[in-house]
T-cell receptor, first 115, second 111 residues
């Protein structure tokens, strides 16, 4: 069964609004979670590493003030896309490590469409 | 710039055949290698992980790793139409959990 959940699975919003996406680890604790973005027909690109109890670390080129990450507990990380624009429309996927070395399990993803 | 390269495909194979998917990586310190399957509109699901040179088999799937050649492959035996998906190769440096993904190879298994 699923080990990582995301909510919502899809969201449509107007340009300029903010959208919050939740990522939960099920039945295990994750002090670290990862947020990826995937544009159509492209691969996953790591956006940021979410760290429980400390600030997230962002990959080069990712605006930390636009993509706010909060690792609220050992099972929950949230990604807020602030002042969303159509170019932010994408498939956002979180992951959490579990099991073997460096093994990550991915959430089901959230499809964001900004009108 | 660390890179992971895959042929985008599509790779078409008849049902029952062996599908061979390849991946090369540029960072020699990479130590963990993964194959994920991604169906259209869905998130990736882990198929195999491999850490040591050689072959690792799991059911119809075999992962092969050659660190000297910086090459990792995935063989799918007795391919089924349900195997039709995009296969992503991911590489990580041990202990970082930070993956670099290839662009994926689209596999089509023809019934």
């Amino acid at each position: 069964g699923a080990v990582v959940s995301q909510h919502p699975s899809w969201v449509i919003c107007k340009s300029g609004t903010s959208v919050k996406i939740e990522c939960r680890s099920l039945d295990f604790q994750a002090t670290t979670m990862f947020w990826y973005r995937q544009f159509p027909k492209q691969s996953l690109m790591l956006m940021a590493t979410s760290n429980e109890g400390s600030k997230a670390t962002y990959e080069q080129g990712v605006e930390k003030d636009k993509f706010l990450i909060n690792h609220a507990s050992l099972t929950l990380s949230t990604l807020t896309v602030t002042s969303a624009h159509p170019e932010d429309s994408s498939f956002y996927i979180c992951s959490a490590p579990r099991g073997g070395p460096d093994t990550q399990y991915f959430g089901p993803g959230t499809r964001l469409t900004v009108l | 710039q660390k890179e992971v390269e895959q042929n985008s495909g599509p790779l078409s194979v008849p049902e029952g055949a062996i599908a061979s998917l390849n991946c090369t990586y540029s960072d020699r310190v990479s130590q963990s290698f993964f194959w994920y399957r991604q169906y259209s509109g869905k998130s990736p699901e882990l198929i195999m992980s491999i850490y040591s040179n050689g072959d690792k088999e799991d059911g119809r799937f075999t992962a092969q790793l050659n660190k000297a050649s910086q090459y990792v492959s995935l063989l799918i035996r007795d391919s089924q139409p349900s195997d039709s998906a995009t296969y992503l190769c991911a590489v990580s440096t041990s202990g970082t959990y930070k993956y670099i993904f290839g662009t994926g190879t689209r596999l089509k298994v023809l019934a």
